[in-house]
């Protein structure tokens, strides 16, 4: 979900900015701070030890338990503000899109990928670790099948289907994406969370990474602060599978890629009517359709009370 709102920001930027404005950059260092003079080799400790055996939220035949959404017919016209049609939604059959099929010799959940839009697994879930794996298929499609293959776990998700962009649900992502897999982003304009970042020019906009102990920022959807890069690159190759721990206590979580601990994000929220902050520590979570072919097996989810702590090497 990397790219998703730099259009429509950066084009509010332009017609909003004098003639001096800053760069993307200017802003990013004005948010987080020069650069950190070194990057931070971070390590799990404390794992949590679950209260109860795992469920399984894929029973390796089916998609009992999953609901399909489906947004626009033409992926290009997400970003819209106004796309002129209605999304897709659940008026055809998705067979196409998502389905349980053999890979690799065992049964996995299938994501085609052309068609935009999300799997909604229906139970809420609070407290937990979900462990999921993934791998990328051959296929990629337009309008991003020269782009960094894109999927997303997104988590806490609420509120109902396709209030985001008539695809999505609102919720934190744990974005699944070459290059950036762990990455946090706000789906939806009232989704709130916090986190430590440092400015880092060689990323793409909004250049912040996640930082242990760096300058606090909250992550804001359609701001210089939508996301956070994960602090480094623990995925596999491309063809390879990918472990993915999410682990969740309230409204504070910690994603881990291949056992390396990548971000964590704090104060959780949404936005009220009224304009207060109030505490995001649910929901049900999403497996993302993007324009990438991908797949996913071996979903659990175990109740936790504590959270794994991430540690910098070296201090």
Known sequence: MFMRFHRVLTALLVLSAPATAQTSKDRARAVAGE????????????????????TALFDGRTLKGWAPWLGYADPAITYQSNPGTPPIGTSRDTSGDFAVRS????????VNG??????????????????LQFKWGAKTWAPRATLPRNNGLLYHTHGTA????GTWRPSVEFEIMTGSTGMIVAVGGQVRG????TFDPALAEPHLRYRAGGREIDIVNGTPTWNVEAATDAERPIGAWNTLDLYVVGDRAVHVVNGVPVAEVHDLATIATDGTRQP?????????????????????????TTLPKIVVAGR
């Open 114 to 131: 052309r068609t935009w839009g999300s799997l909604v697994n229906t139970a809420d879930l609070g407290d937990y670790h979900l462990r």
């Open 103 to 110: 890979v690799d010799g065992a049964p996995a959940i299938w």
């Open 280 to 304: 995001l520590t649910h929901g049900q979570i999403q497996l993302q359709s993007e324009g990438a072919e991908t797949w996913f097996r071996a979903i659990t989810v175990e109740p936790i």
């Open 194 to 197: 916090r986190t430590g970042v």
């Open 35 to 54: 650069p950190a003079r070194a990057a931070q080799r971070l390590t799990l400790t404390d794992i949590p030890v679950p209260t109860s055996k795992p």
């Open 162 to 165: 396709g209030e985001v962009f």
